[in-house]
């Protein structure tokens, strides 16, 4: 079964950092973009982050540049995205999802979210 | 950036009606548009791609249609499990994405 499965959210004080952490299967993980999709209590669906197969292309809406960073271990088949600085407004479910190409680089698999929650 | 906009926000409509949701572009994103669903507590769950593709597993009676900056998902007949919010997504050339804001369509 393709899967993906986040972990790693919690609550964080701002200013504070915290790695999230997803882990694929049942799919060829090295072969795909992934991304994090972000979703604010109550609000819509926020696009954080892009990164290609081998790492050597990453991408970040600017609200989260300089202080997320997105990775992946392919040899792990995980994708990560270690947040610092946090800010009460990044608090939102953290989606990843794989991006398939041959969808005209749509969101496919979806993991069922980790909740990171901003405050002192 | 390029922003979307979907209209209506919010569309009321009973069981078997016809649904039509519509998304529009800031600038053309050619085809690269893509349609989600989500239910409360789930996460998204693509329905269409490049425009007017069914993603696997779709049913027949959601299809997409537009090009450029003005897109349309249509349900044909209403099932009760498509009362949900629905987001369109577009990719431009240097691969970020942005997604609308979303429309809620609910029992009448």
């Known amino acids: 079964e393709v899967q993906l499965v986040e972990s790693g959210g919690g609550l964080v004080q701002p200013g504070g950092s915290l790695r999230l952490s997803c882990a694929a299967s049942?799919?060829?993980?090295?072969?795909?973009?992934m991304s994090w999709v972000r979703q604010a209590p109550g609000k819509g669906l926020e696009w954080v982050a892009n990164?290609?197969?081998?790492?050597?292309?990453?991408y970040y809406v600017d609200s989260v540049k300089g202080r997320f960073t997105i990775s992946r271990d392919n040899a792990k088949n995980s994708l990560y995205l270690q947040m610092n600085s946090l800010r009460a407004e990044d608090t939102a479910v953290y989606y990843c999802?794989?991006?398939?190409?041959?969808?005209?680089?749509?969101?496919?698999?979806w993991g069922q979210g980790t909740m990171v929650t901003v405050s002192s | 950036e390029i922003v979307l906009t979907q209209s209506p926000a919010t569309l009321s409509l009973s069981p078997g009606e016809r649904a039509t949701l519509s998304c529009r572009a800031s600038q053309s994103v050619s085809s690269y548009l893509a349609w989600y669903q989500q239910k409360p507590g789930q996460a998204p769950r693509l329905l269409i791609y490049?425009?007017?593709n069914r993603a696997t597993g779709i049913p027949a009676r959601f299809s997409g249609s537009g090009s450029g900056t003005d897109f349309t998902l249509t349900i044909s007949s209403l099932e009760p499990e498509d009362f949900a919010v629905y987001y369109c997504q577009q990719r431009s050339n240097w691969r970020r994405f942005t997604f609308g804001p979303g429309t809620k369509v609910d029992i009448k």
């Open positions: 049942g799919f060829t993980f090295s072969s795909y973009w």
């Open positions: 999802a794989r991006v398939e190409l041959i969808y005209g680089d749509a969101f496919d698999i």
């Open positions: 490049d425009a007017s």
């Open positions: 990164i290609k197969q081998d790492g050597s292309e990453k």
